[in-house]
């Protein structure tokens, strides 16, 4: 009998993973997507890895055998990142879970990629630590990193790409190497580091990151506040970063997605465009950058601030926010979720948020609109049902004219999600044929045989003419 | 007559750039160094850059007949990035100094790369606005992105790396590339800004960058505070640090280097290890901190704090602080620096500084130490007589084990001067052989013909086996 190139490779890697290897449908199904709606194929087996020697040993094997290796954390992504395009191995990393070290001194630590962001924490709050990046999911590390995952408190804390100190990767050929020290900063060569924060795995596969952490704060305190309009809402965040008050987390809630927090969580918050706000800091700093944004909000339409000041009401708070999308779903139980975000210059954040508001309406979609606004950053949660094709039609065209309207605005088709398969023919109009071209070398000269999460971030070969990828 | 291949590219470049092509030796002679010692022959011809249009035309010339291109800002890099080691075109780009535009209200601008952060802050100043990287000289911000360099404000504000929102490069063949937009953040594929930040000139060349703004704070105060012991110096700044207060700049000077500077700028400062500091924020959280910071340096046996509050004040500090690289070499009248800095977890920051203090008695160096200590980074600014041989391979065997002890310690060889010419050996050591070959693809594919500033960064082929390169 002989092995096609693909059955050939799954042999050698059981010679090495034994029965981590998996072919059987519900394994190879459950890997085969993220959070949201991407058609594709399934992989044609999934490998639970288990440390970074293996990693660059099954690397090696698919480069040679010129089979696809996609890496997998927690199938939280939401743009097709993790989908098997082109069939081959997913390198399901979750069992690389192991907290290194943690350094409370210097504020940092080294993690294997499939240690998940609430894992950790869990791990270092006794130490008075926390790591900041939160995306809402329960997302690993190593997934978070190589989507340049950012969330609620970027605006306070940047993203992954200002947490992440150095990374160990294994390259396509089974190179390793590490990107960094645990050095703060450092001016020592190219910044390795930053090339593979975001890449999607199509550069190589993390297999151990050093992030930064931060002391909690001696005193956090969030609030809600309901406003009379969208645009009051956004133009309260817009003074307030420009006042440079140092907030910590300012998220937006139009009133369809706080209709659907509310039924969802059973909250009786009002049904209208509402921030989330949180303060971080020595006590007397706090008061006084809440006494500023209250009276920025009450001079833009806002009403009474709701307070959260313990533990457990803040957390029942941020829990309604990050089940957003889930309350987004159940508006129409059965349905799927295609979420989109795009980012714009603050200062345009009003227009394009009002405009797109508009744009929903008119198409008559169901999208709620959620935002970490003080990034200039806004999420739509589109419902939809994945058979309805004219619907799915309309929405691809929706988020092409969002993706317009925030490049139009200075801004960028993609704040955090990242480009997977569902962004590219954005990110080739965003980056112009020069930067594309640039990506194209550097993807081709650390990967020659295409092996890494292929069709992801840049177009396969063989789908240059394809008019839509969704 | 036939025409060497360096002087048929100078002749096609005069067509180009007519009386802005330079072959005079004063010119060559002024742009074949930085403010460091570091031995290299002169360019061939100096060319004072227009715009980016041109800059693609000269890059294609230089890339087809393989002559070295060096961008060259405003010769104030300290490792040997600009010199002409393989001869070639020197490009000025100090003339292509226009700023652009000033986004106020996103806390952005986007300006020509000649542009220096002296003469940004002071058309900026009027919007209440600055930037806040701060090397001490007043380097061009093109220079300061390649050299990803960093200073004073750091602790607080980032580096270069976290301050440059997009780029615009030209590349060896010509090809003109967007690196990204004014949106803060991104998930748009790879990070070609911070590819090129800290690139040195060896992969493209920087013709526009737009660069994130802050908000001059409305609270700024600044201190002196002498201590007993250096060790009591560094520990105060751990401990600020580890506690979280979002100091502006905390500074290190050593009693020698404190010595120098009330010297060279008549002050009457105690000439013992001293800590400068400043605080920005709201009026009671500025209080908040100081008190904070107060107890601290009293607890490590720091003296009374001596105030600067107003603008004129604060200069009169920072110039000395800005000027203790001169205060240095006037130490010995007609001698010139060889600076060098590490950095390295603030953990082992103080054993790091403590054993290199050691270190610089012992063999009998002259070598201030000045740090931006609350990133772990500190410099030394060996005080050298470039024909003193011995003296100068004394110095090179020290900067060995200070980068020794800086990567021993978890540490960085470079935090913020840069590799140039001065520490490929180091960066070698450091980033062992998976990242320097991943550095070397990267170069190879965007920089084929090796025209980009060669020799810096990466070493040149034919030095591969050349045991010292100072």
Redesign the interface.
């Known amino acids: 009998m002989v092995l096609s190139p693909v059955e050939n490779v799954i042999a050698r890697i059981r010679e090495i993973a034994g029965d981590r290897v998996s072919q059987g449908q519900a394994d190879r199904e459950a890997h085969s997507h993220g959070e949201s709606w991407h058609a594709a194929p399934l992989p044609d087996a999934v490998v639970y890895a288990q440390n970074a020697e293996e990693v660059a040993r099954i690397a090696r094997i698919c480069h040679d055998a010129r089979v696809p290796l996609i890496p997998f954390g927690t199938g939280t992504s939401l743009e097709g990142h993790v989908t098997a395009v082109k069939g081959g191995i997913t390198l399901d990393l979750s069992r690389m879970n192991k907290i290194v070290e943690v350094?409370s001194?210097?504020?940092?630590c080294t993690i294997e990629p499939g240690v998940t962001r609430l894992q950790l924490n869990d791990h270092i709050r006794d130490r008075g630590l926390f790591f900041p990046i939160d995306p809402g999911a329960d997302a690993s590390l190593g997934g978070m990193a190589s989507?340049?995952?950012?969330g609620t408190n970027?605006v306070r804390y940047?993203?992954m790409?200002?947490n992440v100190l150095a990374l160990e990767v294994v390259?396509a050929d089974g190179?390793?190497?590490?990107?960094?020290?645990?050095?703060?900063?450092?001016?020592?060569?190219?910044?390795?580091t930053?090339?593979f924060?975001?890449?999607e795995g199509t550069?190589g596969i993390i297999t151990r990151l050093s992030l930064r952490l931060?002391?909690i704060?001696?005193t956090i305190v969030a609030a809600v506040c309901s406003f009379e309009t969208l645009g009051g809402a956004v133009d309260t965040v817009?003074q307030t970063?420009?006042?440079?008050i140092?907030i910590a987390r300012v998220e937006l809630l139009d009133d369809v997605q706080m209709d659907a927090v509310n039924r969802y969580s059973k909250l009786s918050y009002a049904a209208t465009s509402t921030l989330f706000f949180e303060f971080h800091?020595?006590?007397?700093?706090v008061?006084?950058?809440v006494a500023r944004v209250r009276e920025i909000a009450s001079e833009n339409g806002g009403g009474a601030f709701s307070w959260a000041e313990n533990t457990e009401q803040r957390n029942a708070l941020w829990k309604a926010r990050h089940t957003a999308y889930y309350a987004a779903l159940a508006l129409r139980p059965g349905s799927k979720g295609w979420s989109t975000d795009v980012?714009?210059?603050?200062?345009r954040l009003t227009q394009c948020v009002l405009q797109t508001k508009a744009d929903i309406e008119a198409s008559g979609l169901l999208a709620p609109i959620v935002g970490h606004v003080g990034?200039?950053?806004f999420h739509l949660a589109h419902v939809i049902d994945p058979d309805d094709r004219d619907l799915l039609a309309r929405t691809y065209a929706f988020n092409e004219r969002l993706a317009d309207r925030?490049?139009a605005f200075?801004?960028?088709?993609?704040?955090?999600?990242?480009?997977g398969t569902g962004?590219m023919r954005?990110?080739e109009i965003?980056?112009?044929e020069?930067?594309?071209?640039?990506?194209s070398?550097?993807k081709?000269?650390?990967d020659p045989n295409n092996i890494m999460n292929p069709g992801k971030?840049l177009r396969l070969p063989e789908n240059s003419d394809a008019a839509k990828l969704f």
């Open positions: 350094n001194e210097d504020l940092d989507t340049r995952a950012s970027a940047g993203t790409r200002e390259l190179t390793a190497l590490r990107t960094g020290t645990r050095a703060r900063k450092s001016a020592a060569g190219y910044d390795l930053k090339l924060v975001g890449a550069l931060h002391g704060p001696e817009i970063i420009q006042s440079g140092p800091g020595t006590p007397r700093a008061e006084e950058h980012c714009v210059p603050i200062s990034d200039g950053n925030a490049l200075g801004g960028t088709c993609t704040g955090e999600h990242g480009i962004k954005f990110l965003e980056a112009g020069g930067a594309i071209e640039t990506m070398r550097i081709r000269t650390l971030i």
